[in-house]
Structures are given as structure tokens and as C-alpha cells.
């Protein structure tokens, strides 16, 4: 997963604003967006571990998280970031998980930081979707179960 602080957030699909965040509206200067990929190994504990991660890691400001500043995060489904370069110019997708298997690790992740407490817009998943954000700092993480 990546996972980038940012001050505003937003996905579209089909010209239509499926998923937004604003953090200066509830009250934070930072927001996250989790960029959420999923291999064939991973389990719905592994996504529920992350999003615990996601809401506790300290990269807002004052070295806080999101669990203590209460900021929005953004999910997005992103298979891309299981490419495999390492033969060729074409990215392969194997290490990747099938929608049917990673649909629902997605949903549990976004569902999993609910039940933390956190306020979670997502995009939708298998869609082409189109992200505007603001990433602050820049701070980009690689978070690994």
C-alpha cells in the first residue's frame, strides 16, 4: 500500500465526484490517501493490520497520526502497484490478486478504518478512475503488512 498525506483528495468516475476529502472542513491540515493493492497471499487480517497502521502512523503534523488529529483518508483500489519490470517492457500483473479476491480485502481495509473511527471516502473499485490530491511535503509511504 501507499499511503501519501495530502490536503485535498478527490476521485472521479465518468465525470462524477465518486470520492472526496477535505480536511480543512473537518478541522485538520492533512488528510491521507492509502493507495490499496492486494497480492494473493494477503487475508482480510492483513487488511485490517494495515488500516490499523494507516490510523496510527505519525506522519501528520507534529509527528501525529490520523487516530489523533481525527483526519479523513481517501481508499483507492490500485492493482498497479504489483507490477512486476523486472523482464522487459511490460509490466506484469501476476503477483497482483484477482478482482474477486481483492475487491473484498479493499472493502475491508475501508471498513476497518471506519471501525476505528476514521472518516473514509473511497473510489470505486475495477473503475478507471481519475485522482486529484495535493500531496504535502511531499510524504509518500510504503506501507507493508
Known amino acids: 500500500m501507499l499511503l501519501q498525506r495530502v490536503t485535498s483528495a478527490e476521485v472521479t468516475v465518468d465525470d462524477e465526484v465518486v470520492g472526496r476529502i477535505d480536511p480543512a472542513a473537518a478541522g485538520c491540515p492533512h488528510g491521507l490517501v ?15 493490520a494495515l488500516a490499523d497502521k494507516t490510523w496510527r502512523l505519525r506522519i501528520l503534523d ?12 481517501l481508499v483507492v483500489s490500485q492493482f498497479t ?7 522487459g517492457r511490460r509490466p ?18 475501508a471498513a476497518a478504518l471506519r471501525e476505528l ?3 473514509v471516502a473511497t473510489g470505486r ?5 481519475e ?5 504535502d511535503g511531499p510524504v509518500t509511504v510504503l506501507l507493508e503488512g
Do not use: C
Not at 92 to 109: H, R, T
Not at 125 to 129: I, L, N, Q, S, V
Open 34 to 48: 492509502a493507495l490499496v493493492g492486494a497480492t494473493h497471499s494477503d487475508t482480510e487480517a492483513t487488511a485490517k
Open 125 to 129: 473499485f475495477g473503475a478507471h478512475m
Open 81 to 87: 502497484l504489483y507490477a512486476n519490470t523486472a523482464k
Open 131 to 135: 485522482i486529484a490530491l495535493t500531496n
Open 92 to 109: 506484469s500483473w501476476n503477483a497482483a490478486a484477482p478482482g474477486p479476491q481483492a475487491e473484498p480485502l479493499v472493502d475491508a481495509f
Open 117 to 119: 473511527g476514521a472518516e
Open 62 to 73: 507534529g509527528e501525529r497520526s490520523a487516530a489523533d488529529l481525527g483526519a479523513p483518508i
